[in-house]
C-alpha cells in the first residue's frame, strides 16, 4: 500500500494545472519568479527567458486555457469507477511520462548552455520558446510527478485484483 494513493497525487496534479491556468492569465511574470523556477534553471545551467513571461499575451492567455481544459477533464477522470480509473490511468501515466521526458530533455540539450553542444550551438527556427527555465522546470516537476503516479499505480492495482478475486470468490459460494 503506498504512503499516497494514486488519486490523491492525481487531484494534486490536476488542481496545480487549474492554478497554472489562472497564473498564465492573471499574472504570468509570477511563474517566472518563481524559487524552484530559478533553483532548477541555475542548477541545471538553463538560459534565462523570463522576459517572454512579463507581460500578458495571446499564447499565455491560450496556454491557460490549455491548462484549465487539462486539469478539469484530469478532475473527471479521477471519478471514474475504481476499475476504470486504474485502467486509464495505468496507460496514462507512462505515456505523460515519456512525453514530459521527451520536453525536458529537449529543452535542456538543444538550448544555448547546453553541455552537449557548447561550442556549436545554431538556433532552431521552431524550437527556441521551449528552451528556457520556465519550460524546463516545468516538464521536469511533470515528469517527475508521473513517474510517482506510474509507480504508484503499479503498487496499488496488486490490492484492486486481490479485492477483485476475493469479490468473485464471494459472489460465487453464494
Same mark, same amino acid.
Given at each position: 500500500?503506498?504512503?499516497? $494513493?494514486?488519486?490523491?497525487?492525481?487531484?494534486?496534479?490536476?488542481?496545480?494545472?487549474?492554478?497554472?491556468?489562472?497564473?498564465?492569465?492573471?499574472?504570468?511574470?509570477?511563474?517566472?519568479?518563481?524559487?524552484?523556477?530559478?533553483?532548477?534553471?541555475?542548477?541545471?545551467?538553463?538560459?534565462?527567458?523570463? =522576459?517572454?513571461?512579463?507581460?500578458?499575451?495571446?499564447?499565455?492567455?491560450?496556454?491557460?486555457?490549455?491548462?484549465?481544459?487539462?486539469?478539469?477533464?484530469?478532475?473527471?477522470?479521477?471519478?471514474?469507477?475504481?476499475?476504470? $480509473?486504474?485502467?486509464?490511468?495505468?496507460?496514462?501515466?507512462?505515456?505523460?511520462?515519456?512525453?514530459?521526458?521527451?520536453?525536458?530533455?529537449?529543452?535542456?540539450?538543444?538550448?544555448?548552455?547546453?553541455?552537449?553542444?557548447?561550442?556549436?550551438?545554431?538556433?532552431?527556427?521552431?524550437?527556441?520558446?521551449?528552451?528556457? =527555465?520556465?519550460?524546463?522546470?516545468?516538464?521536469?516537476?511533470?515528469? #517527475?510527478?508521473?513517474?510517482?503516479?506510474?509507480?504508484? #499505480? %503499479?503498487?496499488? %492495482?496488486?490490492? #484492486?485484483?486481490?479485492?477483485?478475486?476475493? =469479490? =468473485?470468490?464471494?459472489?460465487?459460494?453464494?
Amino acid at each position: 500500500m503506498p504512503l499516497i $494513493s494514486a488519486n490523491t497525487i492525481l487531484t494534486s496534479i490536476s488542481l496545480f494545472h487549474v492554478t497554472l491556468a489562472w497564473f498564465f492569465l492573471t499574472s504570468p511574470s509570477s511563474i517566472a519568479d518563481q524559487t524552484l523556477v530559478f533553483i532548477i534553471g541555475e542548477a541545471m545551467g538553463m538560459p534565462d527567458d523570463a =522576459r517572454s513571461f512579463n507581460h500578458k499575451s495571446s499564447p499565455l492567455a491560450l496556454l491557460s486555457a490549455l491548462f484549465f481544459v487539462v486539469g478539469i477533464s484530469d478532475l473527471v477522470s479521477i471519478s471514474l469507477p475504481e476499475e476504470i $480509473s486504474q485502467y486509464h490511468w495505468g496507460s496514462q501515466a507512462p505515456i505523460r511520462l515519456m512525453l514530459f521526458g521527451g520536453i525536458s530533455v529537449y529543452s535542456f540539450f538543444f538550448s544555448a548552455t547546453s553541455p552537449l553542444i557548447s561550442g556549436i550551438y545554431y538556433p532552431s527556427s521552431w524550437g527556441e520558446g521551449l528552451k528556457n =527555465r520556465v519550460v524546463f522546470t516545468w516538464a521536469f516537476v511533470e515528469m #517527475l510527478t508521473w513517474f510517482w503516479i506510474w509507480v504508484t #499505480l %503499479r503498487e496499488e %492495482r496488486r490490492d #484492486l485484483l486481490i479485492r477483485i478475486a476475493n =469479490r =468473485r470468490a464471494n459472489d460465487e459460494d453464494r
